[in-house]
Every structure is written in structure tokens, then in C-alpha cells.
């Protein structure tokens, strides 16, 4: 299972592999995933991500004269047991891809994908930490080290 080190450096992943990138179209999600669709649609927009704990934050942030209008986007990730993000090319899905973000041409057709074997991986809209989860190790070592204690 995927702790707070593992999405750490998934949320680094993200950043170093998507930060040149720019992203455009529909996020599409997988016709086996129970997880909510992702109502976001835009010409072109950057991803980036933070981890807390057991959860990863991406945020889609429309590039300035993007179409439609539209504000960014958070999603929180669970990655369950297996969950991991992989940026491949856009003919080389794999196979448990259930959430896709398309690069905007020109260039190379890339997706990011959320992938998850065994589909305990879940996000949420809004992009807001689960209540009540306690501090983060990496970020809040302080008062983790309190809580233990």
C-alpha cells in the first residue's frame, strides 16, 4: 500500500515529468472505475501536484486564453493498494488507466494516467485533505512527532 513517502514522490513525479508539459481536452476516465467522473474540459492547461499523508492533490490550471473559460481544478487521490501515476504515450495506454489527461499537440501525444490494478484507488472533486487525518511526516514532522508521543 502506497504511504507518504511513496505518493511524496509521486507528487514528484508529476511535477518533474508534467511541468514542461501542456494538457488539453476532456480528463477521461475508464468505463470500469466507480470513481466520479471529472467534469473538466479546456484547451490548454498545466498539472500539477502536492502530497499530504496517504493523499496526493493534483490541480489542473487552465493556461491564460484557454477554451472554454474555466477555473482550475483539485482532485484528491487514495491510491488504495496499488495506485501510481504514469506518463506514457497516448497509443500505449495501460491497461488499469482509469483517469487520462491528454497532452495538446504539437509534440509527442503523451497521458498522464492514473493506474490502479486493483481499483482501491479513489479521488475526490474539489480538492480538499480528508478531515480528521492527522500530520503529514514529511511536512509536519513536528507535530506528528507530538501526536506519536
Not at 39 to 67: D, M, T, V
Not at 98 to 123: E, K, M
Request: glycine fraction near 10%; charge should be neutral.
Amino acid at each position: 500500500m502506497p504511504e507518504g513517502p511513496e505518493l511524496h514522490l509521486a507528487s514528484q513525479f508529476v511535477n518533474e515529468a508534467c511541468g514542461a508539459l501542456v494538457f488539453g481536452g476532456c480528463v477521461e476516465k475508464s468505463s470500469v472505475s466507480r470513481n466520479p467522473e471529472v467534469p473538466f474540459e479546456s484547451s490548454a492547461y498545466r498539472i500539477s501536484a502536492s502530497a499530504r499523508g496517504k493523499e496526493l492533490r493534483l490541480i489542473l490550471s487552465p493556461l491564460p486564453g484557454a477554451h472554454p473559460p474555466q477555473e482550475p481544478l483539485a482532485l484528491v487521490f487514495r491510491f488504495g493498494m496499488s495506485g501510481s501515476f504514469q506518463l506514457v504515450p497516448r497509443e500505449e495506454l495501460p491497461r488499469h488507466a482509469h483517469l487520462r489527461f491528454y497532452t495538446a499537440p504539437p509534440g509527442p501525444q503523451l497521458a498522464l494516467c492514473f493506474v490502479d490494478v486493483r481499483r482501491f484507488g479513489h479521488w475526490d472533486l474539489g480538492g480538499k485533505w480528508q478531515p480528521g487525518r492527522g500530520p503529514c511526516v514529511l511536512q509536519e514532522y513536528e507535530q506528528f512527532r507530538e501526536n506519536v508521543l
